[in-house]
């Protein structure tokens, strides 16, 4: 099983809402990334949970607030966006403390600000 | 200079043929390297996955890794009119006690004509 799931797969919020997306993988991997990818670029690095804490943060401004719950789990809390945050925000994971590991990715979250 | 550059295309080649894909990247620690295919509004695919120099083949796909010259590249022979996408090519960079960096080129859409 490679699979990593991402609920939900379309979100229409306003700019005053709060809303969270979630991420699952059941291959043990203790890596798990959240990216942004707006049309025509390449996915980009928001955050990197390490063995469930915290371990990069790529400027990202606090109005994006990751969660790590357990080793299986990941969210992504979203509150006061901009309409320029439209875009397809994807999750991956990977095993942690190696190189030797492929990455996977989710189906990905399509997120409209109004 | 950027982490991670491939040729933007479009990559136009005819059906059957071998389509070669490039990309190159700055970073003497990066120690894994992936291609990923990804469709038009779609999460990018998995496809090919390497970290010792030298040839990894998987059905058509060939990826060849030349860490001396920073040089990661994919071959697609026989290509078909369902491998035209975008192809990006990504680098795995390990940071000590921080995990792992997943940083994508721009990305080479090939079309392949029927």
């Known amino acids: 099983d490679t699979e990593v799931t991402q609920t939900p797969k379309h979100l229409v919020m306003g700019m005053t809402n709060k809303k969270s997306l979630k991420c699952e993988q059941h291959m043990g991997h203790r890596a798990m990334y959240w990216y942004k990818q707006k049309a025509k670029k390449p996915p980009e690095l928001m955050f990197v949970?390490?063995?469930?804490?915290?371990?990069i943060n790529e400027s990202v401004p606090s109005r994006f607030s990751p969660e790590c719950p357990n080793s299986s789990l990941l969210n992504l809390h979203l509150h006061a966006l901009q309409p320029e945050d439209s875009a397809l925000y994807l999750c991956?994971?990977?095993?942690?403390?190696?190189?030797?590991?492929?990455?996977?990715f989710g189906q990905g979250t399509r997120l409209t600000v109004v | 200079q950027k982490e991670v550059e491939q040729n933007s295309g479009p990559l136009s080649v005819p059906e059957g043929a071998i389509a070669s894909l490039n990309c190159t990247y700055s970073d003497r620690g990066s120690q894994s390297f992936f291609w990923y295919r990804q469709y038009s509004g779609k999460s990018p695919e998995l496809i090919m996955f390497i970290y010792s120099n030298g040839d990894k083949e998987d059905g058509r796909f060939t990826a060849q890794l030349n860490k001396a010259s920073q040089y990661v590249s994919l071959l697609i022979r026989d290509s078909q009119p369902s491998d035209s996408a975008t192809y990006l090519c990504a680098v795995l960079i390990m940071i000590y006690n921080q995990g792992g960096k997943l940083i994508f080129g721009q990305g080479t859409e090939l079309s392949v004509k029927p």
């Open positions: 949970y390490s063995y469930e804490k915290l371990s």
């Open positions: 991956a994971s990977s095993q942690d403390r190696t190189f030797r590991t492929e990455a996977f």
